[in-house]
Each structure stands twice: as C-alpha cells, then as structure tokens.
C-alpha cells in the first residue's frame, strides 16, 4: 500500500513541504490543471510536475483525473480525436512511470454537493448534500452555482449539453464507456498504467441526467467490458457509501481479491436521509462507513495499490480548498495508516 496525498500545483495552499510532513504519506495525487478538457496532455507539462513533486521528496503516484471530453460520453461523431488525445495523455503518463489514472464518467457534473461549509457543533466544517434541495433547482432557469462543477460551463453551452442528453439513458451511457474503455484499456496495458474509475458521486442521477457507476453490479458490469489488470476501480468509500443498500466491507474485499481495486478513497460520510449526508471525521464511530472493515479487507487481500484520505473537515481556523485543507486530511492518513499497521500486525499475510 502507498499512501498519497491530493495536491492542487503551486496554487494549492497546501504545499508540498507540509504534505511531506505528514508520516507514511510517500506518494503525491495531482493533475496538469491548465490543459483544456478533451486535448493531449504534453509529456513535458507531465514531466514537469513530476520533477517538481520529487524535488520536493514525494513520487507523483497517481494521476486524478483525466477528464473525458462530454461528446466521448455523448457518442458523438468527434468522439475518435478526443480518444486519440486521451490515448496520447496516458502513453505520456506511462512513459514517464506514472502507474495510476483515476477518471470518471458523470455527464456534466463531476462530484456534486449543495453546501462546501456545513457548520457541525464543534465549530469544524465539510461538504454536505441535500437530494431535496437539488430537486428544487431548475439549471435552465435559476441562477445557480453548483459546487463540484467538473468545469465551467456558459449558461448557453449548459443548456446545450443538457439537451444533447436527453437523447442518452443509461444504457446509451454504458455502451459510450465501452466504446471508450475497449480503445484505451490496451493501450494503457501496454503503457503500464493502471486505469481506476471513480464512482459517481453522489451514486444516483441528478437533475435528470444518468449516472451508472453507483453500486457493486455497476462495478462487476464494469470490470468485466474488457479483461485487463489496467481496466479497474477507484474504490471511493465516501461515494458509495451514502447508497445505503450496499455493503461496502464486502464489496471492497470481492474488488480487492480479483485484483480490480488500484486506488482507494478513505472517507467516512454520515447518511441524514436516503439520499442525503455530510462528509464526516474519518473514524467508523462518527460515519456510517466501516473504516476499520474497509481497512481489514484491504489488508487481507493483499492490496498494494494507492490509498488517499478523501475529502476532510476544514478544522482548526484553517481556510482553503472545501474539502481539500490540510490538518483533517493529515488527520485522516495517520488513522488509515494506523488501521492499517494494526492489521497487518494482527493479520499476517
């Protein structure tokens, strides 16, 4: 197991040399955020970043994410060139020894959530989601911004996206990631990377638009479209885990046995209605999320991929990134970590 950390580039206020100090955190989480969605990414932007992370003491483990141009997940006619810059983007990941690329396949939105700075009784903060609220919103109509935004849409390019996908159900979804998963997966094999798709956050539609990565038959349809090491999961425990149908421990252990799990996600979430919830401490006791099951099954399955706290509190007077500050997160590697030592201890392989 690598323990990694999310970092933003020098924009971040969180810098590299704190991150460093943070005890078992060896491996960095970044992106090349200036490349506009849907164009290759430059080997020399990549290298870059790289060196930038290893001069600083920490190896760039995990790229997250490569966004997926709208017209790949719409199946539109342009899809092939974006597909062609995405295969460029990771045959430039791999040649430089990067072994892990996160994305995901939400239309429009990526996570989504409709407060950064829920008030919680000890004075600490983190994001929360209210369906209801959601509900209430008309994009077409409300002057509306909504937090987790993948990019920034013009109200007229949104009003077009969310047309085009009125003409896409679910099954039309599916069968655009096949497409796209059966034209980069061997490549990425070939490459040596390790392609993890992210959940969908939250794991039900919004606002009328399909979402299909929501649970553990979502995650075995997925899986099983094109047979490769390089074709598996981002286990996000925060993501799943307000689908309250789904036992997360065991979901985890089945992914992680059939060697589908690549990186992990460690965020504990606190359901307040069947689909509601605030992103709570990392520990089991204060979530609905069994961090230590989650830990132990990893452990126990031989698990050697990435692992990163998630989303943390804002704590401690700290201002930032919602979500992405630095003591809560730090907080939340070292319960991992210290699950984790425990139960290798206690569980020998």
Not at 116 to 131: F, N
């Amino acid at each position: 197991m690598k323990m990694t950390f999310r970092w933003y580039g020098k924009d971040d206020p969180v810098k590299l040399q704190y991150i460093r100090q943070v005890p078992a955190v060896k491996g960095i989480v970044s992106a090349l955020y200036y490349v506009p969605v849907g164009e290759a990414w430059p080997k020399e932007g990549i290298a870059s970043l790289k060196r930038e992370i290893e001069d600083n003491g920490l190896e760039f483990t995990v790229i997250e994410s490569i966004p997926v141009h709208e017209d790949i997940k719409l199946g539109r006619s342009t899809r092939d060139g974006y597909i062609e810059n995405y295969i460029q983007s990771i045959q430039n990941m791999g040649g430089l020894g990067i072994p892990y690329l996160c994305y995901n396949f939400m239309p429009v939105f990526d996570w989504t959530r409709s407060d950064l700075q829920m008030k919680h009784e000890d004075g600490s903060t983190s994001l929360s989601y209210d369906h209801q609220q959601l509900e209430n919103v008309d994009l077409r109509k409300d002057d509306f911004s909504l937090p987790g935004w993948a990019t920034s849409y013009s109200k007229d390019e949104l009003d077009s996206l969310l047309d085009a996908y009125e003409e896409v159900d679910s099954e039309t979804l599916w069968e655009n990631l096949e497409y796209f998963l059966k034209a980069v997966v061997p490549v990425a094999e070939k490459s040596g990377v390790k392609m993890a798709i992210h959940p969908d956050d939250p794991p039900w539609p919004i606002f009328g638009l399909p979402r299909i990565i929501t649970d553990e038959k979502a995650l075995d349809r997925l899986t099983s479209i094109v047979d490769s090491p390089s074709n598996g999961l981002t286990f996000c425990t925060g993501s799943l885990g307000p689908n309250g149908d789904m036992n997360i421990v065991e979901t985890i252990r089945k992914f992680s046995r059939l060697g589908k799990v690549h990186f992990v996600h460690t965020r504990n979430i606190k359901r307040t209605g069947t689909h509601s919830f605030y992103e709570s401490r990392h520990p089991t006791e204060f979530g609905d999320v069994d961090m230590y099951g989650v830990v132990k099954a990893l452990v126990e399955t031989g698990f050697a991929g990435a692992i990163r706290p998630d989303h943390g509190r804002m704590i401690w007077g700290e201002t930032g990134r919602p979500g992405y500050g630095l003591y809560d997160r730090a907080l939340g590697a070292m319960y991992v970590y210290g699950l984790w030592e425990a139960c290798e201890k206690c569980n020998p392989l």
